[in-house]
């Protein structure tokens, strides 16, 4: 029996402007993931997607209910814990090897090593060769594999990703995809992944959970059973995957029916 990695219960958030305007982003919302489970969540803009995953890293504490990671009340950010964002979040002043070796610095690797360690995650990613180039000589996809490496270098138990990919362009993004399956295979974690895009949730996830518009709730969840391990692009030919994604989409168009 897998163990619960991440556990929402009833969860509600209200943020309270400065002049004093309460907005719920999000209504009664529970979720569970499993130890090594891949979930993706999709729903309308402004329905309280990020709002959750900033719970989950303890940045945004719950207004009700409860949210615990491996079975432990959030009360602070988690070193476990890893998180891709759409922005790139590498330091535009330090070259590849040094972006990639700050996490097991900071964590109090002797430099020499996180170096080495860097080094072994720049020919993981495919980037051998840019070692000492800076994030402003590189594409926007070699940018994300050093947001990968820099993330996964880390060796987290938990994954948090919002909208890591939809900066890219549609073939970078399908490399990308595969390259993170890849990783993800590799090192297991729990991943919560938002995203907008209903074919990208379903080629990566074991579950996609829908939300309502705001205040989100979830509207319906998709246990996702193509075989593993999947090629994005093959994968979003198959019956399963079409019939899926027009249930999916379904389910959306109701929420930003206007
Ligand atoms: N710090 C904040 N202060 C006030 N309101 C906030 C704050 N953060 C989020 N909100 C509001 O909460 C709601 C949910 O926002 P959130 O960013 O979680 O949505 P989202 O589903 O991730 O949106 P998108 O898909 O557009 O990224 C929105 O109405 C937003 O304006």
């Not at 969860?11 to 400065?18: A, L, N, T, W």
């Not at 490399?175 to 993800?184: F, K, N, R, Y």
């Not at 991943?191 to 996609?208: N, P, Q, S």
């Not at 994604?245 to 379904?250: A, C």
Request: with cysteine.
């Amino acid at each position: 029996m897998k163990k619960i990695a991440i556990e929402l219960t009833n969860v509600s958030r209200k943020f309270i402007s400065p002049t004093g305007v309460s907005t719920l982003a999000l209504h009664d919302f529970s979720m569970t993931l499993h130890e090594g489970d891949f979930c993706a969540i999709v729903g309308p803009t402004g329905c309280g997607k990020s709002t959750a995953l900033g719970m989950i890293t303890g940045l945004s504490p719950p207004s009700s209910g409860t949210v615990r990671v491996f079975n432990q009340p959030v009360t602070k950010i988690d070193p476990n814990i890893g998180f891709v964002f759409q922005a790139d979040a590498v330091f535009p002043w330090k070259n590849v090897i040094d972006n990639i070796s700050i996490g097991p610095i900071y964590r109090g690797t002797n430099k020499r090593e996180a170096k080495d360690k860097a080094a072994e995650w720049v020919r993981r990613v495919g980037l051998s060769g840019f070692e000492y180039h800076y994030p402003h000589q590189l594409s926007g996809g070699m940018r994300k594999r050093v947001a990968l490496a820099q993330t996964f270098i880390n060796e987290p138990k938990i994954l948090l990703m919002d909208e890591p990919f939809s900066a890219l362009d549609v073939q970078t993004r399908a490399l990308m995809q595969d390259e993170l399956l890849g990783l993800w295979s590799e090192n297991k974690a729990s991943v919560v992944f938002v995203t907008h895009d209903i074919e990208e949730a379903i080629a990566l996830a074991d579950r996609v959970i829908v939300l309502t518009k705001g205040p989100g709730k979830i509207k319906s969840s998709y246990e996702i059973n193509l075989p593993r391990p999947r090629d994005v692009s093959t994968a979003r030919y198959s019956t399963e995957f079409i019939n899926l994604s027009k249930q999916i989409w379904s389910d959306l168009k109701d929420e930003v029916h206007i």
